[in-house]
């Protein structure tokens, strides 16, 4: 998959398989969520990724790639009306938001996007990565 592919990703509980987390992304935003030392928005979310991490554990990750970034909107606003979201007391995951709201278009200075990409390039020299379109543990 191209680093420029978008795809819709999901985050699931590597015991049950039951999924607790989903998003869009491209590039290596699936693997983001595992930077603990970033500003996280979703502390359910987070916590639970802390949780697996204290036990040794790992979440598993599956991407879904789409050919346009609408299309990964698509799917994961689908994705979360299906399977449900924790806070609406009608499924398992701790998003926040119904989905399919993207980031894209937001302007980002100069000095955000450079500590981004370091920050980023830090985190994935030290964690090996395995790399398969649909199932792999981070």
Not at 1 to 27: C, H, N, R, V, W
């Amino acid at each position: 998959m191209a680093l420029t592919t978008y795809y819709a990703y999901i985050y699931a509980d590597p015991d049950s398989y039951e999924p607790f987390y989903i998003g869009k992304g491209k590039q290596y935003r699936a693997y983001a969520h595992m930077q603990f030392n970033r500003k996280c928005v979703n502390k359910r979310f987070r916590n639970r990724l802390l949780k697996l991490v204290g036990q040794s554990k790992k979440p598993i990750i599956t991407l879904m790639p789409t050919s346009s970034e609408k299309l990964a909107l698509m799917l994961e606003k689908g994705l979360i009306k299906l399977l449900g979201r924790k806070d609406l007391n009608k499924g398992s995951l701790y998003n926040y938001t119904d989905g399919g709201e993207g980031t894209s278009n937001i302007i980002r200075s100069e000095e955000a996007k450079r500590k981004t990409s370091e920050s980023l390039k830090k985190f994935y020299k030290t964690h090996i990565i395995t790399y398969n379109l649909h199932m792999f543990y981070y």
